[in-house]
């Protein structure tokens, strides 16, 4: 391979001078990562964020805002498995979603205008881990319903459905009525495989959605 020197780089191309450049033959992905963040660090100073090394940077800047939808009766314990597995400090997503505690004590219109759509309105993709019951659930169906309805001020969510392993699947029906909108997967064995999912329905976010179908009523059954 050719070697060449400043002064050579200058005279071709002035613009050229004090570029960064790796070959990937050489240098792995994270390397040229690593090496461009602490170039960066050099220069800014992260505000809000404590990060235990550079590439954290880099990986925090591409990582979709998720809204987690599911089951609090039947599957909260895989859903805090879930998020302890790729949420945030893991960087495959950062996670929007309300925080598990009870607001049972709230009315419904409280907590939908005051938690679920300020949530929904920082996320671009919406996960919806699917178990047992989750097709029967109300207030799956009315998150679904809002992440796929456009309205001022809330772009439309991907939807990406998640099969529980060893648990029955009730598959909720808006996400059938949406399959351009949507992607259903087993639950993923890597954190590579679903970052892949969450950006494929980042991509179908600016489909039209099809809602038709009436919104489930909080007395209705599975």
Same mark, same amino acid.
């Given at each position: 391979?050719?070697? +060449?020197?400043?002064?050579?780089?200058?005279? @071709?191309?002035?613009?050229? !001078?004090?570029?960064?450049?790796?070959?990937?033959? $050489?240098?792995?992905? *994270?390397?040229?990562?690593?090496?461009? !963040?602490?170039?960066?660090?050099?220069?800014?100073?992260?505000?809000? +964020?404590?990060?235990?090394?550079?590439? @954290?940077?880099? #990986? #925090?800047?591409?990582?979709?805002?998720?809204?987690?939808?599911?089951?609090?009766?039947?599957?909260?314990?895989?859903?805090?498995?879930?998020?302890?597995? @790729?949420?945030?400090?893991?960087?495959?997503?950062?996670? #929007?979603?309300?925080?598990?505690?009870?607001?049972?004590?709230?009315? *419904?219109?409280? $907590?939908?205008?005051? +938690? $679920?759509?300020?949530?929904? &309105?920082?996320?671009?993709?919406?996960?919806?881990?699917?178990?047992?019951?989750?097709?029967?659930?109300?207030?799956?169906?009315?998150?679904?319903?809002?992440?796929?309805?456009?309205?001022?001020? /809330?772009?439309?969510?991907?939807?990406?459905?998640?099969?529980?392993?060893?648990?029955?699947?009730?598959?909720?029906? &808006?996400?059938?009525?949406?399959?351009? /909108?949507?992607?259903?997967?087993?639950?993923?064995?890597? !954190?590579?495989?679903?970052? *892949?999912? $969450?950006?494929?329905?980042?991509?179908?976010? +600016?489909? !039209?959605?099809?809602?038709? &179908?009436?919104?489930?009523?909080?007395?209705?059954?599975?």
């Amino acid at each position: 391979m050719a070697q +060449y020197y400043k002064k050579e780089v200058i005279e @071709f191309s002035p613009s050229l !001078a004090d570029k960064l450049a790796r070959n990937t033959a $050489i240098n792995t992905v *994270d390397e040229i990562a690593d090496e461009i !963040a602490e170039l960066i660090l050099d220069e800014w100073t992260c505000i809000g +964020y404590s990060c235990y090394n550079s590439i @954290f940077y880099i #990986r #925090r800047m591409h990582m979709r805002n998720v809204f987690v939808s599911y089951s609090h009766r039947l599957d909260q314990d895989v859903v805090d498995e879930f998020r302890r597995k @790729f949420g945030n400090d893991k960087m495959v997503f950062s996670d #929007r979603s309300l925080e598990n505690k009870d607001l049972s004590y709230l009315s *419904d219109d409280t $907590i939908k205008n005051n +938690y $679920i759509r300020p949530q929904l &309105r920082l996320s671009s993709v919406t996960i919806v881990l699917i178990g047992a019951e989750t097709g029967g659930r109300w207030w799956v169906d009315w998150e679904i319903y809002c992440s796929l309805r456009k309205s001022a001020g /809330n772009e439309r969510n991907g939807i990406l459905g998640i099969l529980i392993p060893n648990k029955q699947h009730n598959i909720p029906q &808006r996400i059938l009525d949406n399959p351009d /909108n949507s992607e259903i997967i087993t639950m993923p064995k890597s !954190a590579k495989e679903l970052e *892949d999912a $969450i950006e494929r329905v980042y991509l179908k976010r +600016y489909h !039209a959605p099809n809602l038709t &179908r009436p919104l489930r009523q909080r007395n209705s059954h599975i």
